[in-house]
C-alpha cells in the first residue's frame, strides 16, 4: 500500500466520508461507478415490470400509489446518476454502457410481472431484499453515494409497506386472489433470494470491498437477514414459501433455507432470463425513440443562447 | 348546498361530474403507459407525475359524481364498472400516444383548455366543485407550464422535432373544437352558474395556443372541421381496448377487494 | 371409452386437451390481430382463414377439455373465464406479431410441430383425440405448406427480407424448445397412449426445420435455451393483454347471451 | 352517337354481356373501372372495422362467423380488382390511387364500430343495403361485373343473415345488450341509406350510367326499397328507428322518411368522417410495411425463374 492509500484507508477506517474532489483509488472509483450505475441502472429498468401493471391497477388508489412508487424509482435513477457523475462519469456514458450490455442491472427485473399480486411480491420481498443491502449502504464511506442512500431508503420503506399492505389484501380475500398471492410468493421467493449474489466468502473483489466500506455486509449474511425477517411475514399472511428445507435452527438463531439455483442466475445474468431481451428492449427502444426529442431540446438550448447572447 | 341541488337539474351535474373526471381518467391512462419508456428520465417523472395528479382529480371528480347521483356508486365503480358508451370524456383525451410530441402536443392542448376550465370553475355556484376546481387547478398550472415549455423548445428545435411538433398539431387540431361546443348539460351547467358556457373559454385558449405556436414557430391549421361526440358517449374505437385493459381486473373478480 | 377414462388421470386429460386448445385459441388470435392490415389482399385472406381455423380447432379442443372436466364448463367458458395463469398454451403462441416476418416464422415453427403432433394424435388410444386430430391436421397440413413456402421465399427473397427472416428466427428460437419438454401430464399420457411423448417429435421437427430453412438459406440457430412456463401456467406479460381484450365482454356481462 | 356506339347501345339494349375484348365506348371504361375499383376498395378497407372487433368477438362461435366473413370480404376484393383487370388497370395502380386519396371506398367504413352490436348492425344495415345496391347489378351489362356480383351477392345475403342474427340476440338479450342494439341502430341508420347516394334525379351522369346498364336503379329507389325493408325488421326486433318522420305512406306503398343530412355525406366524402384517416391510414401502412414482403417474393420469383431456366 501507497502512503496515500494507507491514508485513504485510515480515514475509511475512522468512518470518515470520502468526497468527489478528494483522492481515491482508481480501485474504489472503478467499484463504485460500476455499483452506482448498476444501482441506478436497475432503478429505471425497474419501472417496467411495475409500469406493466399500471394501466391495470384493480382501483383508482392503487394505481396512484403504483403510480407515484414508479417516479420514486426514477427519481432515485436520478439520484444515483448525479452520485456517479461526481466521480467523473456522465448519466449519457452510463446509459450507453446499459444500452450495449457491458454494464448490468438487476437480474430481478428479467422476471414477469404476471398477476396483481405480483406488484405486491415486488413491493415486498424485491423492495425487502433491496433495503436490505441498501440500509447498511448509508453508512458507506463514498460521501454522494451515502447521502443518496439515506434518501432512498427512507422511500423504499415506505414502498415495501405498499406492497406487503397488497399481499395482505391479496392473501385475506377471496380464494382467486389467495391463490394470485401464493402464486406471486412461488415466483418471487428465489429470484429475492438471488438478489444477494452468490456466498462471497472465497470472493477477494468482496473483501476489498467491505475494506473500503462500499460493501458493508456479506450475501449470505444480508441473505439470512432477509430470510429470517420474511418467513414470520409469510406466515402472518398464510402464505407458504416454497421451501421444503425451510426450519428455524434454534443454534444459530435464524431459519435454514434452501439456495436458490445458481445455474439459474448465471443463466440469467448472461442474458437468458425469462424478459431480459424485452427488458433492456425497451430501454434501448425508448432511447432510440428520444433521440429526436434530446437533439431537439438540445438545439434548442444553443440557438435561444445565441439569440440572448446577441 | 342542498337548496342549489335542487336548483339544477341532478343529473345533468353528474354528467358534469363524469365529464370532468372522465378527461382525467382516460388522459391519465394514456401518459401512464409512457412509465419507464419515455426519451428522458426526467419525462419519466414528469409524466408519472402528471398521470399520477390526473389519477387523483378522477377520484375527486368521480367521488363528487357518485355522490350527486346517490345511488352508492363510488370513483372506483365509476372508473372501473362502466363500458364506453357511458363515459364522457372528450375524445381527444382517447387519442393514442403516438410518438413523443403527440403525446407533448395532447397534453399542451388539453393543458391549456382544463387550466382556463379549472380557474372558472373556482367561481362555481357550487361550493364542492369549487373546492376540486381549486386543488386540481394547482396542479395543472404546473402541467400547462411544463407542457408549453417543452411545445416551445420543440417546435423552435430541431427540423425533425419541429417537423413532428407540426405533424402533431395538425393530427390533433380537429380534436380540440369538441372542448368549446355546448349542449344541454353544459346550458344547464352554466344557467345554474356552476360551469362557464363552453364556448366562453374559447376566445382565451386561443391566445394561449396562438402564442405557444408562435414561439414554438408552429402553425395553427386553419381547418374548422371537429369530430365529437365523446361528450355524449360516442366514442373513437380506442377507448373500448383503453377500457378492457383498465377495467380487466375488475370485471374478471367482481366485489374483490384490492 | 369409459375403461381408457378410468385408466388413465381424468386431470392430466383435461390438461392435455386445454394445451392443445389454448395453443390455437392465443395463435389464432395474435394471427387475427393482421386482419385487414397485412402486406398483400392475399395475405389477408389467408390470415384469417387460418386464424378461422384455428378457432375451430379450439372449439374441439376446448370443448374435450370441458367434456372430461365434467363440470359443466364449456369450450367458450374455458375461453372466457380462465385467467392467465389457467392457461396452458406454449409461450412462442403469445409472442407479439412483431413484422409480418416475425408472424410468418412463428406461424412456421408453431406448424411444422403442430402437424407432427396431430399426425401423432391421430393414432391416440382415445378416439376423440384421435378425430379432432384427423380433422384438424389436414387443415394444419395446408398451414405448414404454406408457411414453410413463404418462409422459403421470404429467406431466399431480398437481402432485407433474408435479414428480417432471420431476425425473426434468431427472436423466436428461445421459444421452440417447450414443444419438446416433457412432465407428469406428458409422461401420463404416453403412458396412456393418448399422445405421445413430447422429446419423440423432434428429430422429425429438426428435419422439417433443417430442411425448409437450407432451402430459405436462414441460420438455424445453435443456442440451446429454452424460454418455458406455459404448459404449467407461468406465461409472458403479453398473455394478460391478450386476455383483457379477448375477454373483455364475457367479463363485463356475465351470464348474458351473444 | 357513332355507328360503333349505337350498335354497343343495342347491344347493351339487348341484354347482352360486353366481354372485356369487345368494343366498348371509353367512358363505359372508365366508369367501370372507377365504379368497380372502388366498390374493390371498399371490400379492403371494410375488414377494418369489423376486424376492430375480432379479438374482442364474446364467444367463440361468433369470432370464427367474423373470421370468415371479413375473410369473404378480402375475396370479394380480390374478385372486384380481377374484374377491373380485364378492363386494363392493374390492382397495384388501382391500389395506387386508394392510398393517395384519388380513389374512394364507401364512406359508411369511415364511421367507427363502437360496440359488439355494431358488428350485427354492420351485417344487418350496411351489408343490407349494400345487397340492396349489387342484386341489380348481377344484370349489369359487363359481363366479369356480373359474374362477380352473382358470387358476391350469394356471400353477402349470407352476411346479411348473420348480422341480423347478431341483432336479434342483442335485441332480446339483456337491458345492456338491448341498449347496445339501439346504440348501434341509431348510429347506423343515417349513414346506411347515404349508403346510396345523394337523389341522382337531376344527375347526366346517373342517367348514362342507367343506359349502359352499369346502374341498374335509380339512388332514391334503392334507398326506398332498403328503407320498407328494414323497418318492418327493426319492429320485429323492438327496435326503434331514429327518424320521428318515418311513417307508412299508403298510397304510395311505402314509408315516408328522413334524409339523411347530405352535409354530413360529404364532409366525410372530403375527409371528414370520424375514421377517415385512421382507416385510410392503416391502409397505407399495411401497404408501406409490406413493402419489403413483396418485394422480398418477387425477388425469390426471379432467382429462382432464373435457376430453372438454367
Given at each position: 500500500m501507497s502512503p496515500e492509500e494507507r491514508a485513504f484507508q485510515e480515514r475509511v477506517d475512522r468512518g470518515e466520508k470520502i468526497e468527489p474532489k478528494e483522492w481515491m483509488p482508481e480501485g474504489y472509483r472503478k467499484t463504485l461507478v460500476r455499483q452506482i450505475g448498476q444501482h441506478a441502472h436497475s432503478e429505471i429498468v425497474g419501472q417496467l415490470p411495475e409500469g406493466n401493471w399500471i394501466t391495470r391497477a384493480p382501483t383508482l388508489e392503487r394505481k396512484a400509489i403504483l403510480l407515484a412508487k414508479v417516479q420514486d424509482e426514477a427519481g432515485h435513477g436520478l439520484y444515483l446518476y448525479c452520485a456517479a457523475e461526481t466521480l467523473g462519469v456522465s448519466r449519457d456514458e452510463l446509459m450507453e454502457k446499459l444500452h450495449n450490455g457491458s454494464m448490468k442491472y438487476s437480474s430481478i427485473f428479467n422476471y414477469p410481472t404476471l398477476n396483481w399480486a405480483d406488484i405486491g411480491a415486488v413491493g415486498w420481498l424485491v423492495d425487502g431484499a433491496a433495503i436490505m443491502n441498501q440500509v447498511p449502504l448509508q453508512r458507506t464511506s463514498f460521501g454522494p453515494y451515502s447521502r443518496a442512500m439515506i434518501r432512498i431508503c427512507k422511500e423504499e420503506s415506505f414502498h415495501q409497506r405498499q406492497g406487503y399492505d397488497i399481499m395482505m389484501k391479496m392473501a385475506k380475500g377471496t380464494p382467486e386472489q389467495r391463490a394470485m398471492a401464493q402464486d406471486a410468493l412461488n415466483r418471487f421467493w428465489y429470484p429475492s433470494l438471488m438478489m444477494f449474489g452468490p456466498s462471497d466468502k472465497d470472493s477477494v473483489h468482496s473483501a476489498q470491498s467491505i475494506a473500503w466500506k462500499i460493501k458493508i455486509n456479506t450475501n449470505d449474511e444480508l441473505r439470512q437477514k432477509f430470510v429470517d425477517q420474511t418467513v414470520p411475514q409469510a406466515e402472518y399472511l398464510g402464505l407458504?414459501?416454497?421451501?421444503?428445507?425451510?426450519?428455524?435452527?434454534e443454534e444459530k438463531g435464524g431459519y435454514d433455507f434452501s439456495e436458490p439455483d445458481w445455474s439459474e442466475f448465471f443463466e440469467v445474468i448472461a442474458g437468458n432470463g425469462p424478459c431480459n431481451k424485452e427488458r433492456l428492449g425497451a430501454r434501448v427502444k425508448a432511447w432510440e425513440d428520444g433521440a429526436w426529442f434530446r437533439e431537439g431540446l438540445m438545439a434548442h438550448a444553443e440557438k435561444h443562447g445565441k439569440r440572448q447572447a446577441a | 348546498m342542498g337548496a342549489l341541488e335542487a336548483s339544477v337539474d341532478r343529473a345533468s351535474l353528474f354528467e358534469f361530474a363524469l365529464r370532468m373526471g372522465d378527461n382525467t381518467l382516460i388522459l391519465g391512462h394514456r401518459v401512464s403507459e409512457w412509465c419507464g419508456h419515455s426519451p428522458v428520465l426526467e419525462e419519466d417523472i414528469a409524466l408519472a407525475n402528471t398521470a399520477l395528479d390526473l389519477i387523483g382529480q378522477t377520484q375527486m371528480w368521480l367521488g363528487l359524481g357518485g355522490e350527486i347521483e346517490g345511488k352508492g356508486r363510488t370513483a372506483d365503480s365509476l372508473a372501473y364498472l362502466r363500458d364506453a358508451a357511458a363515459f364522457r370524456n372528450l375524445l381527444l383525451v382517447e387519442r393514442p400516444n403516438g410518438d413523443f410530441g403527440q403525446t407533448l402536443m395532447r397534453q399542451f392542448l388539453f393543458d391549456a383548455w382544463h387550466l382556463d376550465m379549472l380557474k372558472a370553475l373556482e367561481r362555481s355556484a357550487d361550493s364542492r366543485v369549487a373546492e376540486i376546481a381549486a386543488k386540481a387547478g394547482r396542479e395543472v398550472a404546473y402541467h400547462l407550464e411544463r407542457s408549453s415549455d417543452l411545445v416551445i423548445r420543440l417546435g423552435d428545435g430541431t427540423d425533425e422535432s419541429h417537423r413532428r411538433m407540426q405533424a402533431a398539431l395538425d393530427d390533433l387540431w380537429p380534436y380540440t373544437g369538441e372542448m368549446f361546443l355546448a349542449d344541454a348539460v353544459d346550458a344547464a351547467m352554466a344557467e345554474a352558474g356552476i360551469a362557464p358556457d363552453p364556448a366562453s373559454l374559447k376566445p382565451h385558449w386561443q391566445a394561449v395556443i396562438g402564442e405557444v405556436m408562435g414561439e414554438a414557430t408552429l402553425t395553427v391549421p386553419d381547418s374548422g372541421y371537429s369530430h365529437k361526440g365523446g361528450k355524449r358517449g360516442v366514442h373513437t374505437e380506442h377507448l373500448g381496448y383503453i377500457l378492457a385493459d383498465l377495467q380487466f381486473l375488475q370485471r374478471a373478480y367482481p366485489g374483490a377487494k384490492w
Open positions: 407458504t414459501i416454497p421451501d421444503d428445507n425451510l426450519r428455524w435452527n | -
